[in-house]
């Protein structure tokens, strides 16, 4: 399986933008299809953004549409989620997964590697 590590979370006002980065080891990203779930405190897990493993497809919940963009860089085994317009509600751990297919899922239980997260902070 694929390794996975997050980097790039902060604090930030409303408002700012970061950009999250998954870096890839073990087996090479290419194969995988990426995606970026938060959870926030006290909350269940959920989906914010995904993109197959061949890039051609991507998705993003609903919340984040319009604010946040997936891409992908094979030759550097490197996901990122650019995130523009942030809000207090996107505070949350954001963490990166893996899954040996080409569709983007909403549901963490098809994803077969998790990362350690990264904290995302927004302030009001």
């Known amino acids: 399986q694929v390794q996975l590590v997050e980097s790039g979370g902060g604090l930030v006002q409303a408002g700012g933008s970061l950009r999250l980065s998954c870096a890839a080891s073990?087996?090479?990203?290419?194969?995988?299809?990426m995606a970026w779930f938060r959870q926030a405190p006290g909350k269940e897990r959920e989906f914010v953004a995904g993109?197959?493993?061949?890039?051609?497809?991507?998705r993003f919940a609903d919340s984040v549409k319009g604010r946040f963009t997936i891409s992908r860089d094979n030759a550097k085994n490197t996901v990122y989620l650019q995130m523009n317009s942030l809000k207090p509600d996107d505070t949350a751990a954001y963490l990166c997964a893996a899954r040996p297919y080409e569709t983007v899922v909403t549901s963490n239980g098809f994803y077969v590697s998790w990362g350690q997260g990264t904290q995302v902070t927004v302030s009001s």
């Open positions: 073990g087996r090479t990203a290419e194969t995988y299809t």
């Open positions: 993109i197959s493993r061949s890039g051609g497809s991507t």
